[in-house]
C-alpha cells in the first residue's frame, strides 16, 4: 500500500512523527497502540493531541463487536462533518437503505454527499446506483477495460475535522456489517493535519472524470443504458456467484464451525409497505410493494431482501405459520400468488387451497446447545399452502416435530444450489445464536397470541 508515494510504514511514521515516533519503526508504532477492555472489540487505538488512528479487526464485523454500518451512522450524526464521500468497488441496496433516514436528515441540514461506484463483475445493482441518484448530491462510476475499480474509501470531511475509512469493507451488508474485513479509522484535526489529509482529497479529485478518463458521471439515461445491456444487475435476480469450472455443480455449502456469527441489522420496516388486510388469492396479484424509485430514473423492482426471518410455531401436525405480511411485502421472495391448487381429499367438503407448485425443493438445518447442528436435511421438499379461510400461510415439515420448540427462529434465503429452491436454519431457544436473530425481527405478526411472533428482512 502506498500513501502518496510514499511506503506504507514510514507513512504511519510520518502521522505519529510530531510525537517523536518515526524513529521506531513499525515494532515502536506497535508499542504505542492501546487495547481496549476484554470483551470489547479488540481493535486498537493510537491517538496524539491531532490525530487517531483506530483498527476494526476482521473478527469485529461478525461478531457484531465493531461494524462499518455504525461508524457510517456515527459520522452521519455529527454535525462537524459537511461533506461525505464514498468510493467502493461494489455497492448493493442493503446498507444504502439502512442509512436512508440519515442520509436523508442529514442532507436537509446541509450535509453534502457524494459516491464514486465501481460497476465490474456484476458487483453493483442498480437499485444501489437508483438510490444514489435520488439521494446523493453526485455520483460517479469508474470502469476501465482489461481492470477493476477496487478501492474502499469513506470519507467525512468538515471544517475543524475529517474522518477516513480506508479497508476491505465494499458498501454491502456483508461488507458494512457481516464479512471478515479489515479497515483503519483515521481522524484528522484541521486545518493542523491538512497536509496529511490532503493526499485523501486529492486522490477523490484525481478520480472525478474531469481527471480521470475511466470515469463518467451518472446519470438516469446512463443508468437506464447500464441496465438494458447487462452492466448493472437487479438484485432481485443476482445470486452469489459459485466458483468451479462452468456448467459444473457448485461445491456443497462448508459445515457450520460454530464460530458466533451475528445477523446484520435488519431492513427497516418503513422500507417495505404494510399489508392492511390479506387478500384473496385472485386479488393477491394486485398488491405489490411500492419501490423507491427516483422520478427521473428507470424502474427497478426494490424487492431486494434476500433472507427472511420469522419466529415460528411448529404444529403437531408438522404444519408452520408464515407471515401473510411478509408475501405481500415481497412477492418474489415467497413466488406469490401461488401458482398451483391442492388436491381435496375423495369425498372431503373441503375446497382446493392455492399451493406452491411444485413444492420447493429445501435444505434444513437446525441448532441447539451442541455447536453441531441437531438436525438436518437435504432435498427437503416442502409442502407450502395458502389457506384462504383462515389467510395462512403454512408450510409442512413433519420431520421438525419435536425437534424445534415454540418460538424457534427460521432464517430463509435463496439457495444459489442446482435444484434447491431455498436454504433454511432454525435456532432453537437453546441456540447460542438464538437471542440475536430474536432481536433482529424487527416486525411485529398483527396476531399470534399472548406473545406475537416477530419477523425481520435481510
Known amino acids: 500500500m502506498l500513501f502518496s508515494g510514499i511506503p506504507c510504514h514510514f507513512a504511519i511514521q510520518h502521522l505519529l512523527g510530531a510525537q517523536g515516533y518515526n524513529s521506531g519503526g513499525p515494532a515502536h508504532i506497535a508499542d504505542s497502540l492501546t487495547s481496549t477492555p476484554a470483551g470489547e472489540s479488540k481493535s486498537q487505538v493510537y491517538s496524539d493531541p491531532m490525530v487517531t488512528i483506530s483498527f476494526l479487526n476482521p473478527i469485529d464485523q461478525p461478531t457484531g463487536r465493531r461494524r462499518l454500518l ?11 462533518f459537511t461533506t461525505l464521500q464514498i468510493t467502493v468497488a461494489f455497492a448493493k441496496s442493503g446498507p444504502l437503505l439502512r442509512l436512508q433516514s440519515l442520509i436523508a436528515a442529514q442532507r436537509a441540514r446541509g450535509l453534502r454527499v457524494e459516491a464514486i461506484f465501481g460497476i465490474d463483475q456484476f458487483g453493483t445493482s442498480a437499485q444501489a446506483l437508483q438510490f444514489a441518484l435520488l439521494h446523493f448530491d453526485q455520483v460517479f462510476i469508474t470502469r476501465e477495460s482489461g481492470r477493476t475499480f477496487h478501492p474502499k474509501i469513506y470519507a467525512f470531511v468538515g471544517p475543524a475535522a ?3 475509512f480506508v479497508g476491505s469493507n465494499n458498501l454491502t451488508v456483508g461488507g458494512t456489517e457481516t464479512n471478515f474485513e479489515a479497515a483503519l479509522r483515521v481522524d484528522f484535526a484541521l486545518p493542523a493535519d ?13 478520480m472525478l472524470p474531469a481527471n480521470c478518463l475511466a470515469g463518467r458521471q451518472l446519470t438516469a439515461v446512463l443508468l437506464d443504458e447500464l441496465i438494458q445491456n447487462g452492466t448493472v444487475p437487479d438484485e432481485s435476480v443476482m445470486q452469489p456467484r459459485a466458483p468451479g469450472a462452468p456448467g459444473a455443480a457448485p461445491p456443497p455449502r462448508p459445515p457450520r464451525s460454530g464460530f458466533p456469527v451475528v445477523p446484520p441489522s435488519a431492513l427497516p420496516p418503513k422500507k417495505v409497505p404494510q399489508a392492511v388486510k390479506a387478500p384473496k ?4 396479484a394486485a398488491v405489490a410493494p ?7 430514473a428507470p424502474a427497478v423492482n426494490l424487492n431486494v431482501a ?11 401436525n408438522g404444519e408452520i405459520h408464515l407471515s401473510v405480511t411478509a408475501a405481500l411485502q415481497n412477492p418474489a421472495f415467497f413466488k406469490w400468488p401461488f401458482n398451483g391448487k391442492t388436491v381435496p381429499k375423495k369425498g372431503a ?12 425443493v429445501v435444505n434444513i438445518t437446525v441448532y441447539g446447545a451442541p455447536a453441531a447442528p441437531i438436525q438436518t436435511l437435504s432435498g427437503y421438499h416442502l409442502n407450502t399452502v395458502y389457506y384462504e379461510l383462515k389467510s395462512e400461510i403454512r408450510i409442512t415439515a413433519s420431520p421438525l416435530v419435536g425437534i424445534a420448540p415454540v418460538y424457534s427462529v427460521m432464517i430463509m434465503e435463496q439457495s444459489n444450489m442446482p435444484g434447491t429452491d431455498y436454504e433454511i436454519t432454525i435456532h432453537t431457544p437453546a441456540s447460542s445464536g438464538y437471542a440475536a436473530w430474536v432481536a433482529a425481527c424487527n416486525q411485529q405478526m398483527p396476531s399470534g397470541g399472548a406473545v406475537p411472533r416477530k419477523f425481520g428482512w435481510f
Open 306 to 316: 434476500q433472507r427472511f426471518v420469522i419466529q415460528i410455531k411448529p404444529h403437531d
Open 290 to 296: 411500492v419501490p423507491i424509485v427516483a422520478p427521473a
Open 281 to 284: 388469492a385472485a386479488a393477491a
Open 70 to 80: 455504525a461508524e457510517l451512522k456515527e459520522g452521519l450524526e455529527d454535525p462537524g
Open 349 to 360: 367438503k373441503n375446497k382446493a387451497y392455492p399451493q406452491l407448485s411444485p413444492d420447493p
Open 162 to 164: 475529517a474522518r477516513v
Open 194 to 206: 491538512q497536509a496529511i489529509f490532503q493526499p485523501f482529497t486529492d486522490a477523490w479529485n484525481e
